[in-house]
């Protein structure tokens, strides 16, 4: 997961096994060896290259080809309209609404799960019996399916459901909202539900790292007169420095095209209003199910657009650090 | 993942304590807070519906198995579960064996291009899935592939690729040249080290790879809910998502059949848990 960036890979430069016996053989046998060679490499990356190429590249290539037509999706697209499609959105209000929205859920997310997360992850890296189970019932919710995670929160939200029950007996009834139906309020639950699914996985990254810590290091600390908080504060935070930045780049990229969980958890009533919509909601809910196809491929574009800006904006400003520090051969 | 066969056994050093109240205290709100709406879905199920209209927060009394039982007896669950393994075993033996192949060439052989291949599927991971979901409907539609399992296993291999191939390449990377020598010295061509040495010395990072794409399969729906609109070839997570919208007042009939669906993939990660999180750790060492 590190390397999200080619150079953040040790694989780089470490194996490159010279190919073939020593020099001392005839011209023809090393051409055959050469020979060989390629059609191994051909033959063994063909079928990955085709299949990706195909399914992921391709499709990419064509929604920006249709984002420039009016078209409904029947028969070749003929209307071209040029960058109409681009302007229209960007005029629509419930499409402003979802890229608010967006942004809520990003700076969210960022904001919210970190530091949960790391408090967590702290926490269970300390060793204490049944700690596996613990870390085990934390992850739960990272690995249910975004559609359970959003019925099972859909029923626990609704009006006068279980949550609000809950408030009720614990004495907060004031604190009760209507959670799915506010306009106000929707794409803060949206978010609460997003963290509950996703702090998870940051969770299990940030233990990953803490667990590459060599415990010589702590151990030092230790020797050294080093408090519990005060180990963690100085060895572990800058230690997990490039973990961390690595999650925020995974949550950002998935925060840009959320989708599932918003889809089943709110009405699509207050969607349409895009009170709860997001870039990626908005474009199914125009491109596949009102099918204005060319309409829903500019959004499409769009979205790839602000997630390949946001990704190289990271990778430039924050990721660099973990890039110097595998060329400069950090490990080695 | 290497460094876990390396690492002393931590008997050795610190044994495990009691840890403090305070520790458990907080490890147990933590737990609380992340299995409580999963218990109350799970338990929910063997309720009553007017029971949760009465007291949404209550326990169940009496116990009624009958949501479950109806669930189980319904042949289209089966289906779709069916359906379900199907794609996602397809998918998983799919973007291992593709993966395995590109980063063993990746990773074992030298030739011009190759980083440059490399930084070319590596972009894959900056391609939201979600972004291209239309485009992609439009092209499998075209392909007469729509109601299909291939409309569903093709674009997710192509997805799960990139990340696959960031994995293991340098898993197949530190394999000892020496190995690959004493190979070639007993004869084995390139392709019969691939199979007789590198397949077996690299499989935590293959049950890590074919872990993390068969999970994410599993669950997928926005991908399903546009190509499979054949309600034969629906796969668990459309199946829930239809049940609730179709029966909204049978809450406990949702319930239970939320918890069906979602225990497969609990069991999965239960028992796979440490493959994910010592992949992970191989790859954030990176």
């Known amino acids: 997961m590190t390397s999200i960036n080619p150079t953040l890979s040790p694989a780089g430069g470490t194996s490159v096994p010279p190919a073939g016996p020593p020099a001392a053989r005839r011209r023809s046998s090393r051409a055959a060896e050469t020979r060989r060679k390629w059609y191994e490499i051909i033959g063994l990356t063909t079928p990955a290259v085709a299949v990706y190429v195909m399914f992921v590249l391709v499709p990419m290539g064509f929604a920006v080809y249709y984002s420039l037509f009016r078209w409904r999706g029947v028969g070749p697209p003929t209307e071209f309209v040029g960058f109409n499609n681009y302007i229209l959105a960007f005029q629509d209000p419930i ?49 249910l399916a975004e559609v359970t995670v959003g019925i099972m929160w859909k029923l626990l939200l609704t009006g006068g459901g279980t949550v609000d029950a809950l408030l009720k007996q614990i004495g907060l009834g004031s604190f009760v909202q209507a959670w799915l139906a506010d306009l106000d309020v929707v794409i803060w639950t949206m978010l609460f539900v997003l963290t509950w699914k996703y702090v998870g996985f940051a969770i299990i990254l940030l233990l990953a790292g803490l667990s590459n810590v060599p415990p010589e290091l702590t151990e030092a600390a230790a020797i050294d007169g080093a408090s519990w908080w005060q180990t963690q504060r100085h060895v572990m935070f800058p230690l997990l420095g490039p973990t961390i930045r690595i999650w925020m780049f ?32 908005y474009m199914v809910d125009n491109g596949f199910f009102a099918r204005l196809w060319g309409y829903g491929n500019a959004v499409a574009v769009i979205l790839f657009a602000i997630s390949f800006i946001a990704a190289l904006l990271f990778q430039r400003f924050l990721l660099r650090r973990d890039i110097e520090g595998a060329v400069t051969g950090r490990r080695s | 993942m290497t460094a876990d066969a390396v690492r002393p056994p931590p008997t050795s050093r610190r044994p495990f304590s009691w840890g403090s109240p305070l520790t458990y205290g907080l490890a147990l709100a933590v737990a609380a807070v992340s299995i409580a709406p999963v218990v109350y879905v799970i338990v929910g199920g063997f309720r009553t519906t007017p029971q949760i209209i009465a007291d949404p927060a209550g326990l169940p009394d009496p116990w009624v198995w009958d949501n479950y039982a109806r669930v189980l007896t319904r042949s289209d ?23 395995v192949c590109a980063a063993f060439v990746l990773a074992r052989y030298s030739f011009r291009g190759r980083e440059a291949l490399y930084t070319f599927f590596t972009l894959g991971l900056l391609f939201p899935s979600g972004a291209a979901i239309l485009p992609l409907y439009l092209m499998l539609r075209d392909l007469n592939l729509i109601n299909s399992y291939y409309a569903v296993i093709l674009p997710q291999v192509a997805f799960s690729l990139p990340l696959t191939i960031v994995i293991l390449r340098p898993f197949l990377a530190a394999v000892p ?62 199946g829930v998502q239809n049940f609730s919208s179709q029966y909204t007042s049978d809450t406990a009939g949702i319930l239970a059949f939320t918890s069906l669906a979602m225990l497969p993939a609990l069991l999965f990660f239960t028992f796979a848990e440490k493959q994910i999180v010592g992949g992970l750790q191989g790859a954030v060492k990176g």
């Open chain 2, 177 to 238: 040249r020496e190995l690959e020598d004493a190979a070639a010295i007993d004869g084995a061509g390139r392709l019969g080290f691939l199979w007789r040495v590198m397949l077996p010395l690299s499989r935590p990072a293959l049950v890590t790879v074919g872990v993390l794409a068969f999970v994410a399969s599993w669950n997928a729906f926005l991908l399903p809910l546009l190509v499979l609109g054949d309600a034969d070839l629906h796969t668990l997570p459309l």
């Open chain 2, 77 to 99: 669950f089966w289906q779709q579960a069916l359906n379900s393994a199907v794609i996602a075993l397809g998918t998983t033996l799919a973007v291992v064996l593709l993966g």
């Open chain 1, 250 to 281: 995974l949550s950002m990229i998935g925060s840009l095209q959320a989708f599932e969980v918003i889809w089943v958890t709110s009405v699509p009533a207050v969607r349409s209003l895009g009170a709860s919509a997001t870039m990626a909601t």
């Open chain 1, 95 to 143: 499409f402003l609404d979802a890229l608010r929205n967006n942004a809520i859920i990003v700076f969210g997310s960022l904001l919210l799960q970190g530091p949960i997360a790391l408090a967590v992850a702290l926490l269970l890296n300390r060793r204490f019996r049944g700690r596996t189970v613990f870390r085990l019932l934390v992850f739960v919710p990272y690995v």
